[in-house]
Structures are given as structure tokens and as C-alpha cells.
């Protein structure tokens, strides 16, 4: 059973042994992080799904972990900040069966990409609020009606689990508000950030599906893929989001979301995504 969502920025210099005092410039997302850590707690979730955006990418399939997570920080000079958890077998092999009768493609994988930041920076804030084992599953180059297909997939297998379960997604949004940005500045970034936190705040799949992909891609977005998998999962339940925080530090959208669940016997959203 469902009960929570979430919509978590995972930069790296959140975690004070990389930020070295730079996080606290993001200090209304790290509270953020506080208000969503805490629900988790108060909600005893103990089933919980991560959408991640930088494990393992390809063009045509979507993959879920099918061993232990195990990564570090080594990518940003930080090699003794890991991460980990066990695999929530029950709940993978739940998802990989719904996604079959619902003709998604996904494959197991073994491994994991041991950077992936994504998974990190949240399992590292959230500490013990996160359950020992999860389920892991990864955004592709899909397109976005896919990405809700396969959220979808996910909520018929969340269906069948009794107990609290949340689903986390990971993402950063654009990559290109200002100078500050280590991709530049695209004239059109404010825009494409704008679009994605109004589709977030009115909890509209089909806005985020009709964003252009080229601009997307432009303007370095890497948010709106993992949403929709969360939107699909939620769907059958009356979802209530709200922005814990946005904050544009370094020339990056980062939104903080938390999602409140209640369960709905008609679905909340239809239509041509």
C-alpha cells in the first residue's frame, strides 16, 4: 500500500564531507530533506521504491537492481562516503511481473553504476528513514508517455504489497539557469523549470509529456523521466503534492517535493499520455 511520494535533488554537495560548508547555502533543501525523512518515520514506511537517474540509461529498456546496491562518492573526491542497502526482493520481483503483462521492457541487472549520485546523496540524508532493503529502478531514453507506462506497472505491483510503501524519485531539473552553471546558460532554462514545477504543484502527467524533448535535452533537464515513473506509480491514489523547496543555487533547478497519498477508487488521470 502506498502512502507516501517524494521528489528529491541528489547534488553531491549536499553532504558535508564534499559541500565542506557549501551545503548550507542549500539549507532550505536540506530542511526539506528533514520534512520528508520525517514523514517516512511517522508513516512506519517499510517498503520503499527509488527511481533513480544516473544507474544504468539506455535507449529502449528500463532496468531494476537484482543485487545489493553498493556505491561511493569516489567520483567527487570523497571515496570514503558510501552508500548501500539490501535488495527488497518480494517487491522487485513484484514490479518485474507486472512490467511483463504490461509489455514494458525491463531487465534485471547484478550490478549497479557504483557513482550514482542519484541513489546516494538521498540514502545519505535520509539515513534511517530508509528501510534496510529497497527496490531500485532506473529511468531510459524512452519517451515520457513510456516512463508514466512504466510508473503505472508500478502502482499494480504496489498494489499487491500490504505494508506502508513510499516511492522515491530522484532527479535534479535544469542544468542551465545562469552562468553559475558548469553547463552554461540556456536562454530558455527558466522556462522548461517553470513548466516542470507548475505540472509538479498540479500534479499533471500530461503537461510534463508535452514538453518539447529537444528541449529538454537543450536546456539539461534530468527530473521530468523519473516524475512521470512516480506519477505512474501513484496512480489510483488522489495525489497532493507540495514543494518543500526550490532553490537555484549554482546554476541548478533543485526541487524538493513530498507527495501525500490517499487511496482513490477512480484514477486521477487520463488522456492521450
Not at 558510501?82 to 507486472?98: A, E
Not at 508500478?154 to 535544469?174: F, Q
Request: glycine share 8%; net charge negative; proline share 5%.
Amino acid at each position: 500500500m502506498i502512502v507516501l511520494g517524494a521528489v528529491l535533488p541528489h547534488p553531491p554537495v549536499l553532504l558535508g564531507e564534499i559541500g565542506r560548508g557549501h551545503e548550507r547555502e542549500a539549507q532550505a533543501t536540506l530542511d526539506a530533506y528533514g520534512v520528508v525523512a520525517g514523514r517516512l518515520h511517522e508513516l512506519e514506511v517499510s517498503r520503499l521504491l527509488m527511481i533513480s537517474t544516473h544507474g544504468i540509461v539506455t535507449l529502449n529498456r528500463f532496468h531494476i537492481l537484482a543485487a545489493r546496491l553498493s556505491g561511493n562518492m569516489s567520483r567527487f573526491d570523497a571515496p570514503d562516503v558510501s552508500f548501500g542497502r539490501d535488495i527488497d526482493h518480494q517487491l522487485t520481483d513484484t514490479v518485474s511481473k507486472r512490467a511483463a503483462e504490461a509489455d514494458v521492457p525491463l531487465t534485471a541487472a547484478a550490478q549497479w553504476e557504483e557513482s550514482d549520485h542519484s541513489l546516494g546523496v538521498p540514502l545519505r540524508l535520509l539515513e534511517d528513514a530508509v528501510p534496510d532493503r529497497i527496490a531500485v529502478v532506473g529511468i531510459s531514453f524512452r519517451r515520457p508517455e513510456e516512463h508514466l507506462r512504466f510508473g503505472k506497472a508500478i502502482s499494480a505491483a504496489l498494489s499487491d504489497i500490504e505494508e506502508p510503501t513510499a516511492v522515491l524519485a530522484s532527479g535534479d531539473a535544469v542544468h542551465t539557469l545562469s552562468d553559475a552553471s558548469a553547463y552554461g546558460h540556456h536562454r530558455r532554462a527558466d522556462e522548461v523549470q517553470q513548466q516542470y514545477e507548475s505540472a509538479l504543484r498540479a500534479w499533471d502527467p500530461e503537461a510534463l509529456c508535452a514538453i518539447d524533448e529537444d528541449l529538454r535535452r537543450e536546456v539539461d533537464e534530468s527530473v521530468i523521466s523519473s516524475t512521470l515513473i512516480l506519477m505512474g506509480a501513484l496512480h489510483g491514489s488522489d495525489a497532493n503534492p507540495h514543494i518543500l523547496a526550490s532553490e537555484h543555487h549554482w546554476g541548478v533547478g533543485y526541487v524538493t517535493s513530498l507527495i501525500e497519498v490517499t487511496p482513490s477508487l477512480s484514477p486521477p488521470f487520463g488522456g492521450r499520455c
